[in-house]
């Protein structure tokens, strides 16, 4: 088992801790595996605004989600060398700090 540190968008955060997301779409450089942990550090600014030029900021919360599932590209519209990974928060879960 790996853990593995991920820049997480704020809204995409959100939603794993409400339980709308359980998934993760990601570049498979990481070597994904069944059982491993993601921990998931909530940034500042979105993927998009850090494009932009806004800097790479953690506000401290994290949540520590298995990887359940895997689904490796290419298929059903999955790039090569990208997966999807399903993830679940317990619901009595309280993100870190």
């Known amino acids: 088992m790996k853990r593995h540190e991920l820049k997480t ?3 995409v955060f959100d939603a794993v801790m409400n339980g ?3 998934f993760e779409i990601r570049k498979n ?3 994904f595996q069944v059982g491993d942990e993601l921990v998931l550090r909530q940034t500042k600014h979105t993927g998009e ?3 932009q030029g806004a800097p790479l900021e953690y506000t401290g919360a ?3 989600v298995p990887v359940l599932g895997i689904m490796h590209g290419p298929a059903y ?3 090569d060398g ?3 990974l399903s993830i679940k928060c317990s619901v009595d879960q309280e993100p870190g700090q």
């Open 9 to 11: 968008d704020p809204a």
């Open 20 to 22: 709308t997301k359980t």
């Open 29 to 31: 450089d990481r070597d």
């Open 49 to 51: 605004e850090m494009a």
């Open 62 to 64: 994290f949540w520590t």
């Open 77 to 79: 519209g999955l790039a």
């Open 82 to 84: 990208w997966c999807i």
